[in-house]
């Protein structure tokens, strides 16, 4: 079940044409993360692994990368130095990537670096939609 996602008029960003992807292991927060982005006219590629994450970048494009710190196995930490290892002819390489984590005692952010944003879960929405839209350079809407 997709949640439904609340608008309101704080967070009116139109993210239209932009492509992000999203690495969450838990369902419910893939759903709402994506769902929350597709809201705003975004297109959401999922992933509820690394492996599968690394696949999506290798053959796509993204114009941000939002990611779980705790996932099994490799960890979005470990994510971003490959991400940031890629060479720099390939787009990932510098594709801004976001932080989620509700694990923020394993993951404070003063030793969470490299980071686009950093989140704790629950997402506040506004402050999450805000700050993708600022990192995008992409005004809000009246």
């Known amino acids: ?44 590629v999922v992933a509820d692994n690394i492996r599968t994450a690394k696949q999506y970048v290798r053959t796509m494009k993204f114009d ?13 930490a470990m994510f971003l130095k490959w991400l940031r290892a890629l060479p720099p002819e390939h787009s990932g390489a510098n594709t801004p ?8 005692k394993t993951y404070p952010p003063a030793q969470v670096s490299g980071w686009a944003a950093y989140f704790q879960k629950p997402i506040q929405i506004g402050q999450f939609v805000s700050t993708v839209a600022s990192i995008l350079r992409i005004p809000a809407q009246s």
């Open 1 to 44: 079940m997709i949640p439904k996602v609340p608008t309101d008029s704080r967070t009116n960003y139109d993210v239209s044409g932009r492509t992000f992807l999203v690495i969450e292991d838990d369902a419910d927060s893939r759903d709402f993360l994506s769902e929350l982005l597709r809201s705003r006219g975004a297109i959401a």
């Open 97 to 104: 990537a976001v932080a989620v984590t509700a694990f923020y």
């Open 64 to 76: 941000m990368i939002v990611t779980d710190l705790s996932l099994p196995g490799e960890d979005g």
